[in-house]
């Protein structure tokens, strides 16, 4: 029974999963080839990708009008690790391979940078922890110990630790900037976003559990529930706030730049470690959300003290929500505010970063699309859902508008304006992290990364046998997968109780009429099996998988002590839904 502990909650629900969809909604849309869809994801990625190796490494980003690099978070490299776990998404576990040791030996966290505690945190420390604990899969050699151990978990051990002088406050809300050798610069300024106060639960939370101190978590849960105490009477949030005086600077409330991805964690920080009290939190604030900023299917801006409207816009970053309200089972509402949106691409070719909903139009010094990838992030969460084609329309609109429009000979460039298609000098490292990512996974039913539990790998850890590969995966906010069983491999505490036996009895009763069986993986590494036509090499690295039936009294999970579900997509749904 051991050895499947480390599934947590995530096999356990297997008997919870939603029907599949209704006969039908799985077609493609007429004329789309979700194919050749895929491949020419495939190709925007490598014309990115080689470009920014050949101009622009070891910089942050690739400047692509001018085909030369430019630091511009921290000088770490920083689209060479955005864009680690794509690779293996992608299927090109030999240029995985390869990274990772490029990486070990040049990024040097040890720097006199002043840096973003929060962009820092999503890219760098979850683009680290993602690879991390995709290197086996990826056919790494990994050191004995993993995934308790490894030099990308010391990386990012190493990098979070540069960021813990941030949030030495007297709320425990962090500073937004930290000089990754000197600490918090005195002049400082103490206002931060909502965002970059409550967008470090995912990461954190997987630090402390692999590596077994807790100083990580405890200080992002410290942050959250400094912006929950602060929260106003109606149950709003501001934008911005003093970090040692909790006092909001402004005022504004939505669901959007600023706020977004502290909603985002609370829903993702509840899935990733069963956590009544932050589903909870959210649900609060759906209300909220619901009550004073939702109108007609649109979010919009309001004083988060009335209620009042104040920005009535749409802004690009909003397009997150939809995939959010998939994960806690609100579907319909998601779908009709997705359409909402798919409108606004529609009518641009992009979402600009502001959109006015009453006038039907961009914003002055707002029409710009950086390649954003939450729209699409959206329909990926949502066409596994539903298998609505319409979710596969927006994925093929978005990569002939992409290649049509940004595509120039150096990558991709920011459109400056979607109005008369002015570019700009700059491919942000999310491209290749997210956009290309989740367009990649849109059309690509069968990756790994959307394995429903049948298939899993079972390796050796210092606290006994661990599951991991099970599916279930987590994205953090830069999209970078974190594998939810493997937060159980590096426990020291063996006096969980497990209550799955009678659960998992019934369900294979109901299947006792279909074939079902669980292929356990031996200790070997396993290269991706779709391999990259561009990676020869790729078969060397690692061997096929051999398979043998499991025995089903070795399933077990613990006991879920909240009233949410855990679905083994990562889906959260409520006992009334």
Known sequence: MAALRSLGALLCLWALRLPAPPAGTGAAAPGLDVASYRERVRAMFYHAYEHYLESAFPYDELRPLTCDGQDTWGSFSLTLIDALDTLLILG?????????????????????????????????????????????????????????????????????????????????????????????????????????????????????????????????????????????????????????????????????????????????????????????????????????????DWYLWVQMYKGTVSMPVFQSLEAYWPGLQSLIGDVDNAMRTFLNYYTVWKQFGGLPEFYNIPQGYTVDKREGYPLRPELIESAMYLYRATRDPTLLELGRDAVESIEKISKVDCGFATIKDLRDHRLDNRMESFFLAE?????????????????????????????????LNAGGYVFNTEAHPIDPAALHCCRKRKEEQWEVEDLMREFYSLKKNKKFTLKRASDHSEGESAKDPKDASSEKGGEKRNSRKSSHSLLSCPSQSFNSKLAVLGQVFLDNT
């Open 435 to 467: 956009t290309v990512k989740y367009l990649y996974l849109l059309f690509d039913p069968d990756n790994f990364i959307h394995n429903d539990g049948s298939v899993f790998d079972v390796v050796i850890t210092p606290y006994g046998e661990c599951v």
């Open 92 to 296: 090109n576990v030999s240029e995985f391979q390869r990274v990772v040791n490029v990486l070990q030996e040049g990024v040097d966290f040890d720097i006199d940078v002043n840096a973003s505690v929060f962009e820092t945190n999503i890219r760098v420390v979850g683009g680290l922890l993602s690879a991390h604990l995709l290197s086996k899969k990826a056919g790494v050699e990994v050191e004995v110990g993993w995934p308790c151990s490894g030099p990308l978990l010391r990386m990012a051990e190493e990098a979070a630790r540069k960021l813990l002088p941030a949030f030495q406050t007297p709320t425990g809300m962090p500073y937004g900037t930290v000089n990754l050798l000197h600490g918090v610069n005195p002049g400082e300024t103490p206002v931060t976003c909502t965002a970059g106060i409550g967008t470090f639960i995912v990461e954190f939370a997987t630090l402390s559990h692999l590596t077994g101190d807790p100083v990580f978590e405890d200080v992002a849960r410290k942050a959250l529930k400094a912006l929950w105490k602060n929260r106003s009477d109606i149950g709003l949030v501001g934008n911005h706030i003093d970090v040692l005086t909790a006092k909001w600077v402004a005022q504004d409330a939505g669901i959007g730049a600023g706020v977004d991805s502290y909603f985002e964690y609370l829903v993702k920080g509840a899935i990733l470690l069963q956590d009544k009290e932050l589903m909870s939190m959210f649900l609060e604030y759906n209300k909220a959300i619901k009550n004073y900023t939702k109108f007609d």
